[in-house]
């Protein structure tokens, strides 16, 4: 077996999956991570020169050519990471034609990247531009913010709205509010491109039905981005089953406050004034 336990990355990964796991968001094998890793980032693990195998992309991921990710398998249950790391995670360089993942380490008994391999990629592709600090793509199933998908419009003016009023932490934490996309059918090209172009302006996205992608600078970030906005869904569906009547609630005066006293910029076209 190949030691992996120097890679501080790894232990992240296996750390986010299992929490993520813990919370309900991961039944089965739903849910996937991709963390993009530098050159120093490689020498914590054993030799990775040798390509062990390789799998297609199905798309042009030439702006990654020559990257490295560390990624969770198709098929493998967040559960399982913690135990068993080098075979339900891989880490993979982008070839240099970017037609192909090469497998450098783990995936040992034969798994291949998550489907959902080309919308993290497409995501971290759009995410470089606007931060190259930016190096951590999750996606999981976060069961009060998939709820709001059945009872809330596909708005997404309106649910940043709801979210950031469920707690003081939403808009200091997403002050860009939350991307939408129509729901579409998972591990396709088309629901990767819909996803990474509202990678442009949000770190959040909503998958309507199935779940959310959230993208951040290291791991404990994005999971704690995917944790916060979980946490706003779920107070708003506390809120219903206490009737759903709200006596009070946090006024667009008080977001500017908070965006003011922590020094975020709330999304504009989201912000109302003298309410
Ligand atoms: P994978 O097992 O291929 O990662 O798929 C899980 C999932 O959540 C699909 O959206
Ligand atoms: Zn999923």
């Known amino acids: 077996m190949t030691l992996f336990s120097e890679s501080k990355y790894l232990k992240d990964l296996c750390d986010i999956t299992f ?3 813990e919370h309900g968001w991961d039944e089965r094998n739903g849910g996937n991570v991709s963390i993009r890793l530098t050159e120093d980032d490689l020498s914590d693990f054993d030799d990775v020169s040798e390509t062990k195998r390789e799998y297609d992309l199905g798309f042009d991921a030439s702006a990654v050519s020559g990257q ?4 969770t398998g198709s098929g493998r249950y967040f559960r399982n990471v913690i135990k068993r790391p080098e075979l339900d995670a891989g880490l993979v360089r982008i070839s240099d034609d970017g037609s192909k993942a090469e497998l450098r380490w783990g995936f040992e008994d034969g ?9 993290h990629l497409m995501s971290h592709i759009e995410r470089l531009k606007a931060d190259s600090s930016q190096r951590v793509v999750m996606h999981c199933h976060p069961t009060n913010f998939v709820a709001l998908s059945f009872t ?8 940043s709205r709801l979210l950031w009023k469920m707690q003081a932490e939403s808009l200091v934490v997403f002050p860009e509010g939350i991307g ?3 729901y579409m059918t998972p591990g396709t090209n088309e629901i990767g491109k819909a996803t990474a172009a509202k990678m442009a302006d949000y770190r959040v996205v909503m998958w309507p039905h199935h779940g ?9 970030e994005t999971y704690g981005l995917i944790e916060t906005v979980e946490k706003a869904a779920l107070i708003y569906s506390q809120i219903c089953a206490q009737g759903g009547s709200v006596k009070q609630e946090i006024t667009d005066e008080q977001l500017h406050e908070l965006a003011d006293a922590f ?5 504009p076209e989201f912000l109302d004034w003298n309410k």
């Open 19 to 21: 929490s993520s796991y």
């Open 68 to 71: 490295y990710f560390l990624v």
């Open 111 to 119: 798994a291949h990247p998550t489907s959902e391999f080309p919308t």
């Open 152 to 159: 809330q419009d596909l708005d997404e003016r309106s649910i």
């Open 180 to 182: 939408i996309i129509p």
């Open 212 to 220: 959310i992608f959230a993208v951040g600078s290291d791991p404990d």
């Open 263 to 267: 020094g975020v910029t709330g999304n």
